[in-house]
């Protein structure tokens, strides 16, 4: 089945660090770039990260730039952001998605829960 | 950075008439790399139209995009009633990967 699952969401205090990933199945995962999106509790989307293929090209939102980082491990079909220096307007649930080359974000992982809180 | 304004914020209609959704960007989109998605409540997004036009995998002709440059359309045609959602557009052609802010589309 071709599909993404996130994993390693969490309550975390502010200014704590958390490592999500995302594992991929089901397609040949280093055909394509891969993005983290997140959603605030009752907001709309907001892209975060992307990496391509090859992880020659990574981009960020100014948002997180120099406390997230996007990284992938193509042997392991897996994605990673790793979350440093969390804020409270970091809590979101975090979708990983599949960029389909120059045609969108077409597969997403179901998400998950970020909460920084003290 | 490409800022998406989409319009109108909610649109109200009734099951089997026609929404029009409008997404305005802030500076020419690249090669018009503008994505439509759908999301419901709980649910992940899923990509409707890519290209400004072509619709992904799936969707029913019901549903379309249209526009260039810096003005565009998702057009559902008939409204069923698992199409009253939540739409996104985002612009990929350039980083940041920007998103409009939604329009939801509520029953009347």
């Known amino acids: 089945e071709v599909q993404l699952v996130e994993s390693g969401g969490g309550l975390v205090k502010p200014g704590g660090s958390l490592r999500l990933s995302c594992a991929a199945s089901?397609?040949?995962?280093?055909?394509?770039?891969m993005n983290w999106v997140r959603q605030a509790p009752g907001k709309g989307l907001e892209w975060v990260s992307s990496?391509?293929?090859?992880?020659?090209?990574?981009y960020y939102a100014d948002s997180v730039k120099g406390r997230l980082t996007i990284s992938r491990d193509n042997a392991k079909n897996s994605l990673y952001l790793q979350m440093n220096s969390l804020r409270a307007e970091d809590t979101a649930v975090y979708y990983c998605?599949?960029?389909?080359?120059?045609?969108?974000?077409?597969?997403w992982g179901r998400g998950t829960l970020v909460t920084v809180s003290s | 950075e490409i800022v998406l304004t989409q319009s109108p914020g909610t649109l109200s209609l009734s099951p089997g008439e026609r929404a029009t959704l409008s997404c305005r960007a802030s500076?020419?989109?690249?090669?018009?790399?503008l994505a439509w998605y759908q999301q419901k409540p709980g649910q992940a997004p899923r990509l409707l139209i890519y290209?400004?036009?072509s619709r992904a995998t799936g969707i029913p002709d019901r549903f379309s995009g249209s526009g260039s440059g810096t003005d565009f359309t998702l057009t559902i045609s008939r409204l069923e009633p698992e199409d009253f959602a939540v739409y996104y557009c985002?612009?990929?052609?350039?980083?940041?990967?920007?998103f409009g802010q939604g329009t939801k589309v509520e029953i009347k």
């Open positions: 998605a599949r960029e389909k080359n120059w045609g969108g974000f077409d597969l």
């Open positions: 089901g397609f040949t995962f280093t055909s394509y770039s």
């Open positions: 990496i391509s293929s090859s992880s020659s090209y990574i």
């Open positions: 500076q020419s989109v690249s090669s018009n790399y």
């Open positions: 290209g400004a036009s």
């Open positions: 985002q612009q990929y052609g350039s980083s940041p990967r920007t």
